[in-house]
């Protein structure tokens, strides 16, 4: 770095050096404009006194030229006010412009109706949906009644059948039964009244053939010369508590099913004037000769 000694031993001979180029300058234009005239026999002479031209001035290293300032920006120019159309032209632009605005508000009036439409399209297909939805839920919902029905009515009618089973077993044994005791009373019944054709046994069973066959509905295949036996099972009083046909038996099914409700209808059998041969169980023969 300079020190303070280099600074003022500069800045002195930067002073001496600007003062001998203003002294020089001076005398220079001092010189330049002195003219002198020297009158002098002959022809006359004119002469000028021309002093030394003046040096040039030293250019220094350390001194530099000041920047120069820009020039300031013009402002800006007002712009032109464009030129008003005629009034004809502004009706037409208005006109145009009115147009546009109701060509747009017919444009979104008509999406609007678009849009409600699909809603409602949309709304209608929902609901259908729906509709469809409920539907087969009802239908499933039947379904599964249906099929709970048929397998109770099936469970009902396997029950029914196994019921049917069981009183078929119990009456073909009670039948059973009361032919064996049939069997051993008959002797006795026989003998009772002292085993004449007229006895009370049998007119108890010539009683119980007229009031079955007042009872009996005959169908038209029933045919002369039918000969049933009869199972009956009674209690005291001649009211019936079963009756099937047994064996032998020249009926078919249709005239064996009338004889059986003839015994119904006919309860209570034939019993007062009668305790004496009354049986619990009897095998009795039915006829019919036409």
Known sequence: ???????????????????????????????????RTVVMPGPV?????????????????????????????????????PPRPPPTEVLRQDTVEREKVAALAQEKAAQEQREQEERIRQE????????????????KQLDEIRKQRADAERKANIERERLAQLEDRNREKAEAQAAAETEQEAPQARTGAGGADDSLAAR???????????????????TAGLRCVLRIAQIPGGEVISVTVGSPCNADPVTRNSIEQAVMKAAPLPYEGFQDVFQRNINFNFRYDG
């Not at 002469?47 to 250019?59: I, Y």
Request: charged residues 25%; proline residues 11%.
């Open 204 to 222: 108890y069973a010539a009683a119980i053939q007229a009031a079955v066959t007042d009872n009996w509905n005959r169908p038209e295949s029933a």
């Open 124 to 139: 209608q297909v929902e609901l259908e949906q729906e509709q469809q939805r409920k539907l087969a839920e009802q239908r």
């Open 1 to 35: 770095m300079e020190s303070f000694a280099d600074k003022l031993r500069a800045f002195a001979f930067a002073l001496g050096l600007h003062l001998a180029c203003i002294l020089a300058l001076l005398a220079g234009l001092w010189w330049t404009h002195e003219t």
């Open 45 to 81: 002479i004119e002469a000028s006194l021309v002093g030394p031209t003046a040096a040039p001035k030293p250019r220094s290293g350390r001194a530099k030229p000041a920047p120069a300032k820009p020039p300031k920006p013009e402002p800006p120019k007002p712009a032109a006010e």
